[in-house]
């Protein structure tokens, strides 16, 4: 869709209250390429940014080859712009992101992350990775492993490869047993348990501007998020205490966390 037609859809949604946008494509970054010949996304941001109502944008689907300097400074300078990354690696081992056909190293990916976390302080990181890739050994998922426990995303979800046929990858050779698929996809479910359960118990105490989605009329109780949280994939906050209103921001102190929610009470309203 030309950048004219989805600034349209956002004013449009944006005059019945909606307060966050959610670009999901196949490479965000990439937008533009087919329609212009270039890559177009800063300027669509741009434009998306000065309609009058949307507060939140967040992007989905950022392959770490095609980021630039561009797109970063734009995060960094622009309010709107979620301080959330959904950056899809799949692996980090370098045999295996070749065997992917990946555009990216090992070195190069840490470079990028080292830079937004350096440009973008408190940027939530998301991430998807690929479990039993053809010919990956114990070794290289150990290495995967060893990444995502030092990286601390908070948001991983895992995928076990399925071969498919006219895929490039159906014709590798070295499928591994569904067994050894399922349990390293079980040991990084569980690593990312622990470390989002530790992320989100060293929120406690401190206090965030989050989006109101739902309410439970029975119990009172609020379910919002906060910046980095994309909505319905990853945790959530669960307003226990005091008065919201849904579809609009509160501001929140964080009470309690665990892996996939924290609790909170109510601090104040926000514009």
Known sequence: EPIE????????????GTRELVLISQDSVRY?????????????????????????IRL??????????????????????????????QHIS?????????????????????????RLPGVGLRSTF??????????????????????????????????EEGTSAYALDGE???????ERYSRLTQLQERLSAEINDELVGTRHRVLVDDE??????????????????????VIDEGNARVGEFAAVEITAGYAYERNARVVGKVD
């Open 94 to 118: 370098d045999p295996v992101l070749q065997r992917m056909k990946r555009a990216t190293t090992r070195q190069k990916t840490m470079d990028l992350l080292a830079t937004l976390r350096q």
């Open 176 to 182: 591994l047993d569904e067994e050894v698929k399922e």
């Open 5 to 16: 037609t989805l600034v349209a859809e956002a004013q449009r949604l944006a005059a019945g």
């Open 32 to 56: 533009g390429a087919d329609l212009y010949g270039r890559a177009r996304l800063v300027s669509l941001l741009q434009q998306l940014a000065e309609v009058e109502g949307i507060e939140w």
């Open 216 to 237: 439970d009329p029975e119990s009172g109780v609020y379910y919002a998020r906060m910046e980095r949280d994309a909505p319905e994939i990853d945790g959530q906050v």
């Open 60 to 89: 989905m689907y950022t392959y770490p080859a095609f980021w630039t300097d561009e797109m970063i400074d734009f995060y960094a300078s622009c309010e709107k712009m979620c301080a959330y990354i959904d950056m899809p690696l």
């Open 130 to 163: 690929i479990l039993g890739f053809p010919g990956e050994t114990e070794a290289q998922f150990e290495e995967l492993l060893e990444f995502v426990e030092e990286t601390r995303f908070d948001h991983v979800s895992g995928f076990i490869y399925s071969p």
